[in-house]
């Protein structure tokens, strides 16, 4: 009769639950076995283009051993063991061939030659082995047993009977007796029995075979997992800071000490009278003239926002004398006051990013469709959001929302400015600006401050971050390959996968704000 193939050998297998040996290099099925590498009929996914490949009987025992584990896992620990994968594609129509759910399957080749399985090697005993086994050997002892054996009965009767053996001790000398030494022996015997036990004697036993067999085999098979010194070892744990809580425990106990030990009462520091409050910058009301003495200083006076020439100029000009009446203070009219000059104006320029974007009508992103792509972070053409009614507007405030650093649950919004006619600009707003979205033609920059020779825009991009945005499957343009632009990809059809292209664009040009452009507001 034909012999089975090894793949239908194992979808039986597995079907009826039967056992599948793994013995040396070979996978035994009763009978008949296979070698680990032995390919079967079962094809790769998307290997025909080429060659066809196959998978190896080895690949999937594994996976059936390993169906419960989920894909990656089961793709690392095949790999740890130099184990074919399945491929995921193939995981589960394979599945449901070998479990039976599934007659047959498009992917099994049946005009491919295969392996034939080989005579399984014979595992089983011969007929008189089991009487051999039966009737044990008698375990032969050595001189070294024997004497090993001996000193291990007489230790464990000493331990019995609380005293040590003189049968077997030697006078050392005249003044050391049998008996004395005997003595000597039973007081190291009565103080061992309180520490802790030593097992040398038990493992030198198990070592030379003194149990019984049950013991031996059960020994002989133990994996010692901890011991006496690793139990208290820890391998997570410091304790660095013991020392430092040692002393602060001493130094709290030495505290308690300072008592008085007449009256077993606490001694407390004698109440130190309060001292007068002394000069604060932001109390000087409490200052009146008359605490100037004559030395007529206006307590109320400032020098702030003078120059040096102002404030000699006030100085030298007389303070008039203040007007005592019924012991109390009144200030004097000044009739004409000191011109004191106002401090400059700080710089109040905008601190808003400023965002560019193509004004021609290939591009992607343009001022029509804006803010939908980098705020709501969805894709509309901007040929639709014309035909809905959206005009034309030179420039827009678009919001970045972010989660909140420090409350979860919250987000903060940045408001962002975008123009799509960059020549309007003041140079004042050029300072501004963090980023543009460039279509590819370089008359987009003409007549952009910084552009070099030729209408090249190398230089601004040294400056401004730049951002093509363009379509999966669209070509890329020459002029986008050699300068410095992140390419945004987006999808023509799948609008989900929008807000994450555009999180990036929001990632990077978070990143190179904070290193260029600290001082704006983001």
């Known amino acids: 009769s034909k012999m089975a193939d090894c793949l239908s050998l194992l979808r039986q297998y597995n079907i009826q639950k039967k056992e599948i040996v793994e013995r040396d290099d070979l996978i035994v099925f009763d009978n008949t076995a296979w070698p680990r590498n032995a390919r079967t009929n079962y094809t790769v996914y998307k290997s025909g283009q080429t060659a066809k490949e196959y998978y190896t009987l080895e690949s999937l025992l594994f996976l059936l051993k390993n169906v419960g584990l989920s894909h990656p896992m089961y793709v690392q620990r095949a790999g740890?063991?130099?184990?074919?994968?399945?491929k995921f594609p193939d995981r589960r129509g394979l599945?449901?061939?070998?479990?039976?759910?599934?007659?047959?399957?498009?992917?099994?080749?049946?005009?491919?030659?295969?392996?034939?399985?080989i005579p399984a090697p014979s595992s089983k005993r011969s007929n008189d082995e089991p009487h051999r086994e039966a009737v044990k050997k008698p375990r032969l002892e050595s001189e070294e047993m024997r004497a090993d054996k001996q000193r291990l009965v007489v230790k464990l009767e000493a331990r019995k009977e609380g005293g040590a053996i003189t049968d077997q001790i030697r006078s050392l000398s005249d003044t050391m007796s049998v008996e004395k030494i005997a003595a000597i022996?039973?007081?190291?015997?009565?103080?061992?029995?309180?520490?802790?036990?030593?097992?040398?004697?038990?493992?030198?036993?198990?070592?030379?075979?003194?149990?019984d067999d049950a013991t031996h085999s059960i020994l002989k098979n133990e994996r010692r997992h901890r011991t006496r010194a690793t139990v208290i070892q820890s391998s997570t744990k410091t304790f660095s800071n013991i020392f430092s809580l040692l002393q602060t425990v001493k130094a709290r106990?030495?505290?308690?000490?300072?008592?008085?030990?007449?009256?077993?009462?606490?001694?407390?520091?004698?109440?130190?009278?309060?001292?007068?409050?002394?000069?604060?910058?932001?109390?000087q009301e409490r200052f009146g003239k008359e605490a100037t003495g004559e030395f007529r200083i206006d307590t109320t006076g400032t020098y702030h926002?003078?120059?040096?020439?102002?404030?000699?100029?006030?100085?030298?000009?007389?303070?008039?004398?203040?007007?005592?009446?019924?012991?109390?203070?009144?200030?004097?009219?000044?009739t004409k006051p000191v011109d004191v000059p106002k401090p400059h104006r700080k710089d109040n320029r905008s601190r808003t990013p400023i965002i560019?974007?193509?004004?021609?009508?290939?591009?992607?992103?343009?001022?029509?469709?804006?803010?939908?792509?980098?705020?709501?972070?969805?894709?509309?053409?901007?040929?639709?959001?014309?035909?809905?009614?959206?005009?034309?507007?030179?420039?827009?405030?678009?919001?970045?929302?972010?989660?909140h650093p420090s409350i979860s649950g919250q987000t903060i919004t940045s408001p962002f400015k975008v123009v799509d006619n960059p020549l309007r600009l003041s140079p004042q707003e050029w300072k501004q600006v963090v980023a543009v979205f460039v279509?590819?033609?370089?008359?987009?920059?003409?007549?952009?401050?910084?552009?070099?020779?030729?209408?090249?825009?190398?230089?601004?991009f040294s400056k401004t971050k730049a951002f093509h945005v363009k379509f999966d499957e669209a070509k890329l343009d020459s002029n986008i390959q050699k300068w410095d632009v992140e390419v945004l990809q987006i999808s023509k059809t799948k609008r989900h996968l929008d807000k994450a292209s555009m999180l990036r664009f929001w990632d990077i040009l978070e990143r190179f704000?904070?290193?260029?452009f600290s001082d704006l507001r983001f």
Do not use: C
């Open 305 to 334: 926002g003078m120059t040096l020439k102002t404030m000699t100029e006030v100085a030298s000009k007389p303070i008039p004398e203040p007007v005592h009446s019924n012991d109390k203070i009144q200030r004097q009219d000044i």
């Open 95 to 117: 599945l449901a061939y070998l479990n039976g759910e599934l007659d047959t399957s498009p992917s099994i080749d049946r005009s491919v030659h295969l392996e034939m399985g």
């Open 439 to 460: 279509a590819g033609p370089t008359w987009q920059f003409k007549g952009w401050p910084g552009v070099l020779s030729g209408g090249s825009p190398v230089d601004i």
């Open 513 to 516: 704000m904070t290193k260029n």
């Open 80 to 86: 740890n063991q130099n184990i074919p994968v399945i």
């Open 185 to 211: 022996k039973a007081k190291r015997l009565a103080k061992k029995r309180q520490t802790i036990k030593t097992d040398d004697d038990i493992d030198r036993v198990a070592d030379h075979g003194f149990l």
């Open 253 to 283: 106990e030495e505290g308690k000490l300072h008592v008085d030990t007449g009256n077993k009462q606490p001694v407390f520091p004698e109440a130190k009278p309060l001292k007068p409050a002394g000069y604060n910058r932001y109390g």
């Open 356 to 403: 560019i974007v193509p004004a021609a009508a290939t591009s992607l992103i343009t001022i029509y469709n804006t803010r939908e792509l980098l705020e709501d972070y969805r894709y509309i053409p901007s040929e639709d959001r014309k035909k809905a009614g959206a005009k034309k507007v030179s420039e827009l405030v678009i919001q970045r929302k972010k989660p």
